[in-house]
C-alpha cells in the first residue's frame, strides 16, 4: 500500500498516511484537527528487486580498468607525401 504525505494547512505540520491508490481519505491534522492539502512527490517509492539493477553488477573490476588506463592508442607512424 502506498504512502501519501499531507500538510495541514493551518499549523503546517507534515505527516504521512498509508491508504489505497482509489482511496480517498477524509483527513484533518492530527495536532490542531484543521484541514489538510495532499503534497506531491510522495508515495512514488520504486523498488528494484533481483540482478541487473544494483552498481556493483555493472562495476569494471579493478584488473579490467588498470588495462585500460595503460593501453593507449600508439601515435599514427604513417608518412605523408
Same mark, same amino acid.
Given at each position: ?10 499549523? @503546517?505540520?507534515? =505527516? ?5 491508490? %482509489?482511496?480517498?481519505?477524509?483527513? /484533518?491534522?492530527?495536532?490542531?484537527? +484543521? ?9 512514488? @517509492?520504486?523498488? =528494484? ?5 544494483? %552498481?556493483?553488477?555493472?562495476?569494471? /573490476?579493478?584488473?579490467?580498468?588498470? +588495462? ?14
Amino acid at each position: 500500500m502506498p504512502h501519501y504525505d499531507y500538510q495541514c494547512e493551518s499549523c @503546517g505540520y507534515v =505527516f504521512e498516511v498509508f491508504h489505497k491508490i %482509489t482511496e480517498i481519505p477524509s483527513l /484533518s491534522c492530527p495536532k490542531c484537527n +484543521s484541514k489538510v492539502k495532499k503534497l506531491f512527490g510522495g508515495g512514488g @517509492g520504486i523498488i =528494484f528487486k533481483g540482478s541487473g539493477f544494483y %552498481t556493483t553488477d555493472y562495476a569494471r /573490476s579493478k584488473k579490467d580498468s588498470k +588495462s585500460e588506463e595503460g593501453s593507449s592508442k600508439p601515435a599514427c607512424s604513417c608518412s605523408s607525401n
